[in-house]
């Protein structure tokens, strides 16, 4: 049994073992990236936060902060470490289990494909071992053969091919070039967001506790059962400028116990707190307490 101090409400939410169906469509990378899926119940749009473990063109396995049913039609936002914003795509929920779940992706445009690939092959991402269902030959690549899979015959190769693929290397050194600069620009920008993670303000809990807007509840670890550890852990929460936890640690407590707490308010998500106006990173307390 799990309570929350400073008046914070329990609202743990069931997780039923649903049947999950591991065969995918096409190859997915390890990729380890955050991501939000919405979903539409009784016309209320519902955000989900999760993290991705596997991405290709074709779907995206993660692990969600709540519940998703197999059949929904969800919009998925991922945030790929690109030059350009997040991608936003609609996917359709092949499978949910103990938290995980895969994604089938809907009218992917080629540019987002593109996007995915390019950035699967940037970082080097390995292939995500699993069973995958074979794609048509004309799936995969248009035009280079019929139905049958049968390529066309060559024809002669002329003065002109040899000037395209001259003109296709120099186009793809130029993407390559704009590709690697916004990729370091990029880390220099990461760079330097590591230190706005330093809190610039310090907010009473009870005054963050009316501000969170997603809550997951930690589950009473079962290896604590036979000690019958009980007790309150203090919790230090950092809350970047988006409202995200960036940075949690317990103060007290039993180990087992808190760690259990550190794992689930990783996954809450707040009003982002302003001063000014202006969002700012802010430090704060959560309490919560453990009963056998």
């Keep these: 049994m799990v309570d929350y101090i400073f008046e914070m409400e329990a609202g743990a939410k069931a997780q039923g073992p649903d049947q999950p169906s591991r065969r995918r469509r096409g190859l997915r990378y390890r990729v380890h990236a955050p991501l939000d899926v919405t979903v539409l119940r009784s016309g209320i749009p519902d955000t989900v936060p999760g993290r991705s473990e596997n991405l290709g063109v074709f779907g995206v396995g993660a692990v969600m902060a709540g519940e998703l049913l197999p059949g929904e039609s969800v919009g998925v936002e991922i945030q790929l470490p690109l030059p350009a914003a997040s991608l936003r795509m609609r996917a359709l929920v092949r499978y949910h289990d103990k938290l995980r779940c895969g994604m089938e992706f809907i009218g992917l445009t080629e ?90 303000a310090h907010v009473p809990a009870d005054v963050m506790e009316k501000r969170v807007t997603h809550r997951v509840d930690p589950d009473y670890p079962a290896a604590a059962r036979p000690g019958k550890l009980h007790g309150v852990i203090v919790l230090d929460v950092i809350v970047g400028r988006d409202g995200s936890v960036v940075d949690v640690r317990a103060l007290n407590g039993p ?35 453990f009963k056998p």
């Design 111 to 200: 540019e987002q494909q593109a996007s995915i690939l390019g950035w699967t092959k940037e970082t080097k991402a390995e292939p995500e071992p699993g069973q995958y269902t074979k794609l048509p030959m004309e799936k995969i690549s248009e035009g280079r053969g019929s139905a049958g899979g049968r390529p066309p015959a060559r024809k002669g190769r002329g003065p002109g091919w040899v000037f395209l693929s001259v003109a296709a290397a120099i186009l793809l050194v130029v993407l390559w070039w704009h590709w690697n600069r916004g990729w370091e620009n990029l880390e220099s920008g990461l760079l330097k967001d590591d230190t706005t993670t330093q809190p610039q």
């Design 255 to 289: 180990e087992i116990l808190a760690q259990a707490a550190m794992d689930a308010l990783r996954w809450w998500r707040f009003e982002p707190y302003r001063v000014d106006g202006q969002p700012v990173v802010t430090e704060t307390t959560v309490a919560v307490e």
